[in-house]
């Protein structure tokens, strides 16, 4: 009994260990909280940036995206990628890994403001 005991609490300690000591946790990477904006590398790759608008639009609504949008033009993937990424970092506090980065630079422009 105490055996399993043993291994649950070292289970629960390891996972405790790796969730907070994740790239993807700003907070552990002493960040405050939503610090910044969230935009796309520019070494993101155009089919990861298309992925990720694909999965994000169908989790979030991209109405300031779509034609018509404060956030539309221009009309070009990584505008739009920044835009839906930013979003997920408000939403969820992490800047997608791999695809964007934390800039101290506001990318509103025109009649698309950035929160």
Known sequence: M????????????????ALCSSNGNPTMRGRKYNEGWCVPDTGASEHDMQA?????????????ILPGGSCFEPDLLMAHTAWL???????????KKGLGFITTSNPSHGTCTFP
């Open 85 to 95: 990424l930013d979003l997920y970092y408000r939403e969820g506090g992490v800047c």
């Open 52 to 64: 990720f608008l694909d999965y994000g639009c169908s989790q979030y609504s991209c109405a300031e």
């Open 2 to 17: 105490a055996k399993n005991n043993n291994l649950s609490i070292f289970l629960v300690t390891l996972l405790a260990v």
